[in-house]
């Protein structure tokens, strides 16, 4: 079977390399040569350097193990700290000196036009430093012309690993017969090729081109006057608009302002329209306001397989919209399962977060010492999740009578909005269902007016609830996912927004998230039950708006603030 994919290493399309700007800083400060190299790889496996390169770290805390170490090292032979050291020195420079290389990038748009898929597989760790954003404008520069684009701190793990190739092949889904490697160092050549996968070993830009040219048939080659490829076209601006993710998954948004992206995420059973009352004030603010219909809701796709809601893939789909729509970083906003996605996209993909602000949803880190799915029944509060687990029961009491649901579950905390019985989330299994013995015939909700109301059933009619319901049903594969992150920190703008009479996320759920959130501010909202967008939408644009306007500069440079 013919070769038909090409991947090339992120060295060997962005020139310089870090090893450049270390040894640059090293003459400059009057270290011996290959000092910073040695101490980044101290320790061999868990070393800083592989750490971060398998995702177990971010640049930040890398940083920081990066400067201890070398104080300690010139500590110990009696060497002084060098005038204007700062380990972030390097990294500042590979992220505003290194450039793409135009005979490379031309290169890989001549495999594209010739049939050819040119992806990128990245040793590259996470960038949660406070210049993060040039990375995150490199990556999306990247994406509009590579597919995939695979980093080691995103799938956990580093060339020369094999499991690294192996992963490569699972996301492309083909066999090593079919990828051709173009590789910087010796070791990951030999890696590739022990799995059958072609490898072209680049010395060169020159050589490494004119190998590619001969296994490929692809004339690559074309002198000094090599043109630049074209910037990626921006989405058009729309009122509504659909962004397709891949075949047979598109996302559906609204959008209203310019500036700064801010995207408001909702959670479940709710719409994008849930946002309503915070999309004129924020996009009055300056920030062009996307509203995201999530994935198994309204006028985005519903697929009917569970596994296409676990939070991995739904994050997943997230940076391929950003991607898609020339968003380089993005202020989230999200509410219930919006604000769990909210939390992991800033966790996993921090480069593309400039700040993130959850309604409601709690962050914590997954315990690697207990099933999810078992400490799930330890909660009461959670026995309707439980309920949710069996495919097609809880639809078929869901979508009966869909406005009944609706007025049922979405209601507010006040008590002219309050029925003589309530939903009772801790006794769902044990009643046969989440809406058993309550009004066939509930009367209006204060949230639900009849015009938004109809919108929503008309959202829901369109796929039912087996995709939001779906949503539910990965907590031992979300368990395992979070896991490959444990012992990160999420060190972003963070904002939490409690809200006082949510009888299920409780706002003591939320103590102690300073610990993994050190930059995390909080506001909260007392009389607010759990739809707070809706609710108390007046006391929650004021939290939003004045946490936004205290926002440091999008364009900060990187910097170790222990330095």
């Known amino acids: 079977m013919a070769r038909r994919v090409v991947i090339f290493d992120l060295g060997v399309l962005l020139k310089p390399g870090l090893e450049h700007f270390l040894s640059a800083c090293e003459r400059d400060w009057g270290l011996p040569r290959g000092f910073l190299a040695a101490v980044l790889d101290s320790g061999g496996s868990q070393s800083p350097k592989s750490r971060a390169l398998r995702g177990h770290i971010g640049l930040s805390q890398l940083l920081e193990e990066l400067d201890s170490g070398c104080r300690s090292r010139l500590l110990s032979v009696g060497a002084a700290v060098p005038d204007g050291f700062s380990v972030s020195r390097p990294f500042r420079e590979l992220s505003e000196g290194a450039r793409l290389d135009p005979a490379m ?5 001549e495999l594209r036009e010739h049939g050819f898929q040119p992806g990128v597989l990245a040793n590259r760790w996470p960038d949660d430093s406070r210049g993060r954003r040039a990375w ?15 980093e080691s701190g995103q799938i956990g793990a580093a060339k020369p690993e094999p499991s690294a190739f192996r992963s490569l092949l699972r996301e492309l889904g083909t066999g090593p017969e079919q990828v051709i490697v173009v590789e910087e160092q010796e070791p990951s050549v030999a890696a590739a090729r022990a799995l059958g996968v072609a490898a072209v070993l680049a010395r060169d830009t020159e050589s490494a081109l004119r190998e590619l040219q001969e296994i490929t048939g692809v004339r690559l080659l074309f002198g000094a006057d090599t043109e630049p490829l074209p910037e990626p076209i921006c989405a058009e601006e729309l009122a509504h608009g659909h962004v397709r993710i891949r075949p047979g998954v598109r996302l559906h948004f609204v959008e209203l302002g310019r500036g700064p992206a801010l995207c408001l995420c909702h959670g479940f059973p709710e719409c994008w329209l849930s946002w309503r009352f915070q999309m004129a004030p924020l996009a009055r603010a300056g920030f062009r306001v996307i509203a995201l219909e999530m994935k198994g809701y309204g006028d985005s796709s519903a697929p009917s397989d569970i596994s296409e809601y676990s939070q991995e893939q739904i994050c997943k789909d997230f940076i391929t919209f950003l991607d898609k729509l020339g968003i380089p970083q993005v ?7 919006g604000g769990a996605m909210a939390w992991n996209v800033a966790l996993f993909y921090p480069e593309r ?7 409601n949803t709690p962050f914590r880190p997954p315990d690697p010492d ?13 026995d309707y999740q439980l309920y949710f687990q069996e495919p097609g029961v809880a639809e078929a009491e869901l979508e009966r009578d869909i406005g009944r649901t609706l007025k049922l579950l979405i209601r507010s905390a006040e008590p002219e909005d309050r029925l003589p019985e309530s939903v009772d989330v801790r006794r769902a299994r044990e009643r046969g269902g989440l809406l058993v013995g309550l009004p066939e015939d509930p009367p209006e909700s204060r949230l639900l007016p009849p015009a938004v109301l109809q919108y929503y059933i008309q959202q829901f009619q369109k796929s039912g609830f087996r995709g939001p319901l779906n949503w539910y049903r990965n907590v031992r594969e979300n368990q395992s996912w979070a896991l490959r992150a444990h012992g990160r920190t999420i060190p972003l703008p963070a904002l939490m927004v409690t809200a006082g ?16 959130i050190p930059r995390l501010q909080r506001g909260h909202i007392e009389n607010c039950g759990h739809w707070t967008q809706m609710e108390r939408p007046l006391e929650l644009n004021r939290i939003l708006l004045d946490w936004l306007e205290n926002l440091p500069p999008e364009n900060s440079c990187p910097a170790n603030s222990k330095l």
């Open 501 to 516: 009479k949510d009888p299920v996320l409780k706002p003591g759920l939320s103590k102690g998230m300073e610990r993994w």
């Open 105 to 109: 990038m031309r290169a890989a748009r």
């Open 136 to 150: 995150a404008e490199l990556q999306l520069r990247l994406r509009s012309h590579f597919r995939p684009v695979l």
């Open 370 to 382: 207990s099933d999810a799915l078992e400490k799930l029944r330890q909660i009461p509060e959670f």
């Open 331 to 337: 202020i989230l906003v999200g509410h219930d399962w």
């Open 353 to 359: 977060v400039r700040a993130v602000a959850v309604l």
